[in-house]
């Protein structure tokens, strides 16, 4: 077999084998074939697309080329949730107690974040003492135990997504719908999950900017799931403007507290209510999505979701008493609102700005060496759809410097007010099965 037939046969247009795409997959990962060849297959899969066995096949391809996780000594279907990013993005913070009261084992590996602010990981490390620096006996017994686990991505999981996706970052093939979806596929499934929710974004602080593309990919994530076994369903939620009002690695955490009470912002709630409920029918502790969410809901309320956020921080080195005491996480030195210029509606918060605003502040990573500050970030008081008269605040920034003024100025630039009253964005715009 050579690699200079199989470019050549995609470049065609023809359908690629199991065997040529493993071939291709532990070549480039053992170092066998250069990466001219491999950027030439990519960009005619660029242009060719894949259909549903071959991104398959792409996917177990770079699954086998690693490390897979084996969780078969935790009790109970194992659901996964995947967000394909956003800013203002709380959900796993808040959906793995929530999913875990209900005895649901949430399984979860997490990175660290590189953009608007911390990873999953990162964020929990606002809470004093909380690690993820637990081997995998402990963290199978955590998960038996909690029904929730968060550990840090091993080493060796699906190298050749690392390797490929760095090579698609410099040749103009990042942005194609089979590459990206094997290899948020390769990772889930290498991951060991028994069923896979995805929360696909859309709209200008998703990778995926239209409705269309964000369908497109998340259909070929779910037939790529089912398609190997594992039971995949998506939704595909707004990202027009940051979810919840919180942006920053401790105010996230605040405010998965207050949801997780029942007090958190709308569309946040409503969000993890809906993956939720889908995350409980794929591990059957529910016949319907409603029974689902009433139960959700019922924990909301009664108290025990938080009950499992605070055992799970605890069971991991967190100071527990951060449930009812947020002060103890890191605190920014100043708190400055930005008012609004003049009255009218909010009609439009460029998510993807607002987010590098937070950035600028320290609240993410410009690069892999740059260090978070977890106190910092922006609250928003106001939304898209809100009234706001002038001189009223718009939203709050915390910083540990006193000069934002380059801060408000990308801030000012990227919300707008409209004297006509603008409704909200619709917040979940489908979901997708395989059915």
Known sequence: MRMYDI??????????????????IEGYTNGDIPDYQASALAMAIFFQDMNDEERANMTMAMVNSGDTIDLSPIEGVKVDKHSTGGVGDTTTLILGS??????????????????????TIDKLEAVPGFHVEIDKDQFIKLVNTNKLSVIGQTGNLTPADKKLYGLRDV?????????????????????????????VKTGAGAFMKSLEDSKALAEAMVRIGNHVGRNTMAVISDMSQPLGRAIGNALEVEEAIETLKGNGPEDLTELCLTLGSQMVVLASKAATLDEARQQLEANMKNGKALENFAAFLQSQGGDARVVEDVTIMPQAAYKIDLPAK???????????????????????????????DLAVGLYLNKKIGDYVEAGE???TIYANQEDVEAVKEKLYRNITISNHKVDAPTLIHDMVTDK
Do not use: Q, W
């Open 7 to 24: 470019i050549e046969k995609k470049r065609d247009g023809e359908v690629l084998t199991k065997a040529e795409i493993d071939f291709f």
């Open 98 to 119: 929530l999913v875990a009261s209900l005895g649901v084992p949430v399984a979860k590996m997490s990175g660290r974040g590189l953009g608007h602010t911390g990873g």
């Open 171 to 199: 040749t103009a093939t990042v942005n194609s719908i089979p590459l990206i979806a094997s290899s948020i596929m390769s990772k889930k499934i290498a991951a060991g999950a028994d069923a896979i929710v995805l929360d």
């Open 342 to 372: 003049t009255s009218g509606y909010v009609s439009g918060i460029v998510a993807d700005e607002i987010g590098t605003a937070a950035m600028l502040l320290g609240a993410g990573r410009a690069t892999k060496e740059s260090e978070i």
């Open 393 to 395: 605040s718009l939203l």
